[in-house]
T-cell receptor, first 115, second 115 residues
Framework: DTAVSQTPKYLVTQMGNDKSIKCEQNLGHDTMYWYKQDSKKFLKIMFSYNNKELIINETVPNRFSPKSPDKAHLNLHINSLELGDSAVYFC??????????????FGPGTRLLVL | AQTVTQSQPEMSVQEAETVTLSCTYDTSESDYYLFWYKQPPSRQMILVIRQEAYKQQNATENRFSVNFQKAAKSFSLKISDSQLGDAAMYFCAYGQIQGAQKLVFGQGTRLTINP
């Protein structure tokens, strides 16, 4: 029943490791996003995919690589994790139509802690 | 680039009273969307209310209403009859219509409800 789901919800790892966060939406939306919420609660867009095509790539280090195998999934892979990567990562989705335009539905977030 | 500013890091209100959260934004676009999202301690991002810039009528959703002043680029949220469950971080967000549909968030306002 969950509209936008993320796994895992919590991730604790060591500096230098590589990790992935998975996101799935069952709303039939055509656009998916990754946002990062830092320790001060500030939310910022990282990436956006529309029908598996990358359309937004903000100034994010190359260590972050999104992958969209189909329009219902958008995964985030992070290489060589650094302390500053500790944050909550939110996946979101939306439908590109005038009626629904703009409304984004968020997943529960993944809290990443890099030690 | 669009920016969103919430000048009140924290607000508090007595239960059953009314509180207004402020938000200003900057854009050169004439058509866009504005949102208020709520983030309770559970971390889930919940859409509270949405306003379309081309509509002059202020949006309302039950106890939640906005005061949208397009010329002043102001978008405040009024919560009437505050309830304990309203305690959360509230984020104002700007959504562009043309091009990539990312959300630009304000810094957030932490709302406390006093019983």
């Amino acid at each position: 029943d969950t509209a936008v789901s993320q796994t895992p919800k919590y991730l604790v790892t060591q500096m230098g490791n590589d990790k992935s966060i998975k996101c799935e939406q069952n709303l039939g939306h055509d656009t998916m996003y990754w946002y990062k919420q830092d320790s001060k609660k500030f939310l910022k867009i990282m990436f956006s995919y529309n029908n598996k095509e990358l359309i937004i790539n903000e100034t994010v280090p190359n260590r972050f690589s999104p992958k969209s195998p189909d329009k219902a999934h958008l995964n985030l892979h992070i290489n060589s994790l650094e302390l500053g990567d500790s944050a909550v990562y939110f996946c979101a989705s939306s439908q590109h139509s005038r009626l629904q335009l703009g409304i984004q539905y968020f997943g529960p977030g993944t809290r990443l802690l890099v030690l | 680039a669009q920016t969103v500013t919430q000048s009140q890091p924290e607000m508090s209100v007595q239960e059953a009273e009314t509180v207004t959260l402020s938000c200003t934004y900057d854009t050169s676009e004439s058509d866009y969307y504005l949102f208020w999202y709520k983030q309770p301690p559970s971390r889930q991002m919940i859409l509270v209310i949405r306003q379309e810039a081309y509509k002059q009528q202020n949006a309302t959703e039950n106890r939640f209403s906005v005061n949208f002043q397009k010329a002043a680029k102001s978008f405040s949220l009024k919560i009437s009859d505050s309830q304990l469950g309203d305690a959360a971080m509230y984020f104002c967000a700007y959504g562009q219509i043309q091009g990539a549909q990312k959300l630009v968030f304000g810094q957030g306002t932490r709302l406390t409800i006093n019983p």
